[in-house]
């Protein structure tokens, strides 16, 4: 694309990466559902996918500039979803550290989604999430109309990592794309062993709360943050779809 600065390339190219990858690892809704990543500089504006491809269709030039209602920014033969932005815009607005959002349909996700709890701490997997996930209650479709359940489902985030949204699914902020994605390939995965565990039928073994503490340390602690994993899914994407970066 012409006048696109470097940095701004390098933020098209790896949020078209998660776009990818979600639709590698079956983390999509067809057409809905969004990734978004702030773009740099004090005018609120934001990458989202286009409104109508799939995900495995997007690359880096087909991502849409908009601001924060939304709205492009940009000239695009595609339309954008304003209400289905509403959720983004709400937490880039209020969240400094939020550069990206990542928001999923997914089955696993929806089922927790459905419980009238949080991610349970019976696994090691999940017990990363302990305490940083917030829970908030279903009020309909997500529309822009509503500005006030904005202040709401920011409230319920608060300073957390990832968001259970009530009979909907999940969402996952990020300082990077790279981070956000870790969050929501493991929340997706913390939610798969949950509703395992809860089908067996059997009691569950819940760790006692010192070694949940300590694990939940030790996670917070790692200094790599996933910034392998990351690598290594970008190095999957060159070999087998290098259009991404188109």
Same mark, same amino acid.
């Given at each position: 694309?012409?006048?696109?600065?470097?940095?701004?390339?390098?933020?098209?190219?790896?949020?078209?990466?998660?776009?990818?990858?979600?639709?590698?690892?079956?983390?999509?809704?067809?057409?809905?559902?969004? #990734?978004?990543?702030? $773009?740099?500089?004090?005018?609120?504006?934001? @990458?989202? +996918?286009?409104?109508? &491809?799939?995900?495995? %269709?997007?690359?880096?030039?087909?991502?849409?500039?908009?601001?924060?209602?939304?709205?492009?920014?940009?000239?695009?033969?595609?339309?954008?979803?304003?209400?289905?932005?509403?959720?983004?815009?709400?937490?880039?607005?209020?969240?400094?550290?939020?550069?990206?959002?990542?928001?999923?349909?997914?089955?696993?996700?929806?089922?927790?989604?459905?419980?009238?709890?949080?991610?349970?701490?019976?696994?090691?997997?999940?017990?990363?999430?302990?305490?940083?996930?917030?829970?908030?209650?279903?009020?309909?479709?997500?529309?822009?109309?509503?500005?006030?359940?904005?202040?709401? #489902?920011?409230?319920? $985030?608060?300073?957390?990592?990832?968001?259970? @949204?009530? +009979?909907?699914?999940? &969402?996952?902020?990020? %300082?990077?794309?790279?981070?956000?994605?870790?969050?929501?390939?493991?929340?997706?995965?913390?939610?798969?062993?949950?509703?395992?565990?809860?089908?067996?039928?059997?009691?569950?073994?819940?760790?006692?709360?010192?070694?949940?503490?300590?694990?939940?340390?030790?996670?917070?602690?790692?200094?790599?943050?996933?910034?392998?994993?990351?690598?290594?899914?970008?190095?999957?994407?060159?070999?087998?779809?290098?259009?991404?970066?188109?």
């Amino acid at each position: 694309m012409p006048n696109i600065s470097s940095t701004e390339q390098t933020l098209r190219e790896d949020l078209a990466a998660a776009y990818r990858l979600m639709a590698h690892f079956n983390m999509t809704d067809l057409v809905y559902t969004h #990734l978004s990543m702030r $773009l740099p500089g004090d005018d609120h504006r934001f @990458l989202v +996918n286009p409104y109508g &491809l799939l995900f495995e %269709e997007i690359t880096a030039s087909s991502l849409v500039v908009v601001d924060a209602d939304g709205q492009p920014k940009q000239e695009t033969s595609w339309p954008v979803n304003p209400a289905g932005f509403v959720i983004h815009s709400a937490v880039h607005r209020s969240r400094p550290d939020a550069a990206c959002v990542m928001h999923t349909h997914t089955v696993p996700g929806m089922v927790v989604a459905a419980q009238d709890t949080n991610i349970l701490p019976l696994n090691q997997i999940n017990i990363e999430f302990y305490g940083s996930v917030g829970f908030h209650p279903y009020e309909g479709i997500a529309a822009d109309d509503n500005l006030s359940e904005r202040e709401r #489902l920011v409230r319920d $985030l608060g300073i957390n990592s990832a968001l259970i @949204l009530q +009979n909907h699914g999940l &969402l996952t902020v990020g %300082e990077t794309v790279a981070r956000a994605f870790y969050r929501m390939y493991y929340l997706e995965q913390a939610c798969r062993i949950q509703i395992a565990a809860q089908a067996t039928g059997v009691p569950l073994y819940t760790p006692s709360e010192d070694k949940i503490l300590r694990t939940k340390k030790q996670f917070d602690e790692d200094p790599d943050q996933g910034r392998m994993i990351w690598a290594a899914l970008k190095r999957k994407l060159d070999r087998e779809q290098p259009d991404y970066k188109m």
